[in-house]
């Protein structure tokens, strides 16, 4: 009896603390919210300051501000249509959180353009962890079309492998319709959104092997003999993902030219390949990686990369070869992809030769 009344007694205490969290939650959530109820949440004027020990290439203190708008770079201008507008979309190497502000390669594409334009040129870095072509359409239908700049600068690749994992959870949260209970308590609960929300940001820090968690050390990295038949049947187990990736992309572009907005569409680059760094004398196709060593992970990406020109060409958008550009060095990178604060100088220098080009052909400036 004295067991049955103390499980009961557990039961109830438990229940009243789901429900006592689940205020607290509504009222104060420690956790930022990306998306809740079909809504994507950005940091509005919030200022983040983060403390690096050990990534070289990096500041001591980074310290970074999301404007009105939720992005990084300057406030919306009062006479947005006297100026040429562009806003950076793309995932973590868009976003460069580890970068501080104003050094972060948007803002110094920004600088490097505003010199070579006769016309004012108001520029913001829309790059959100972890984001792919699922998070982007939301982004867009939800906060860039009402902004209608000029252009919507994509940087698409990395975030795109293998992804197919949110799309239960993007069709539950982003409609009305339930698909199950765990769907519904995705959408109205607050411990199962911060549960969802932190499992996400997780999966976005771990998707790539030392996102801010490792040094890059090629010099004492393991290496893998090339197996190009390896390398053929991965590609082909890509294959589904490769398919998903194109249809979602084409769509996303489409509705970009929908509301107005032209796109302009950079491939994804990645220091590993086949190349030898110009920095340690690593061979960069052997060297272990995400994908086992160098070769397989930039053969792997490639694919990916390759549907992106495609779509391009189909659908007649300026397309940037970033992936081809991008010198594979370490001096550059502080993991196989993220960008240090010298690999942000030689973006912008790469991407302002591209870049001012395509803005020549489309305005004439006095």
């Known amino acids: 009896m004295n067991k049955l009344k103390n499980f009961l007694a557990l039961g109830i205490g438990l229940v009243l603390a789901t429900i006592l969290l689940e205020v607290g939650l509504s009222v104060y959530n420690p956790f930022p919210i990306r998306m809740k109820n079909g809504n994507l949440f950005l940091p509005v004027n919030r200022t983040f300051t983060f403390e690096n020990r050990h990534i070289p290439g990096l500041d001591s203190i980074i310290t970074i501000y999301n404007n009105h708008l939720g992005f990084r770079g300057p406030d919306l201008p009062t006479n947005l249509a006297q100026h040429l507008s562009m806003i950076a979309i793309g995932g973590s190497t868009t976003e460069c959180r580890f970068i501080a502000d104003g050094e972060d390669w948007v803002a110094l594409l920004q600088k490097r353009l505003t010199k070579k ?33 000029d252009y919507a600068l994509y940087l698409i690749g990395i975030n795109e492998i293998l992804r197919s994992d949110d799309f239960k959870d993007d069709l539950a949260i982003q409609t009305n319709r339930t698909f199950s209970k765990q769907d519904w308590l995705k959408k109205n609960s607050e411990i199962a959104l911060m549960i969802n929300n932190i499992r996400r940001s997780i999966k976005a820090y771990t998707i790539e092997s030392g996102h801010g968690r490792k040094v890059l050390e090629l010099e004492h990295r393991p290496h893998h003999e090339i197996n190009f038949l390896e390398i053929d ?134």
């Open 117 to 149: 334009l006769d016309r004012p040129l108001w520029m913001n870095n829309a790059g959100l962890a972890g984001n792919s072509t699922f998070g982007h359409r939301i982004l867009l239908q939800q906060h860039i079309a009402k902004l209608k700049p």
């Open 233 to 366: 049947s991965t590609i082909q187990q890509h294959q589904v993902f490769i398919t998903a990736y194109k249809k979602r992309l084409t769509l996303l572009l489409k509705e970009t030219i929908g509301y107005g907005i032209q796109p302009i569409v950079l491939t994804q680059p990645l220091l590993f390949g086949d190349n030898i760094d110009a920095s340690s004398g690593v061979d960069l196709s052997t060297v272990a990686s995400r994908f086992e060593y160098g070769q397989r992970y930039w053969e792997i990406l490639e694919n990916y990369n390759d549907i992106t020109r495609e779509v391009c060409g189909e659908l007649n958008i300026p397309l940037i070869d970033f992936a081809c550009l991008m010198p594979k060095n370490s001096d550059y990178f502080y993991d196989s992809m993220h960008f240090n604060k010298a690999g942000a100088q030689k973006v912008s220098e790469v991407l302002e030769n591209e870049i001012l080009p395509i803005l020549l052909d489309n305005y004439a400036f006095e």
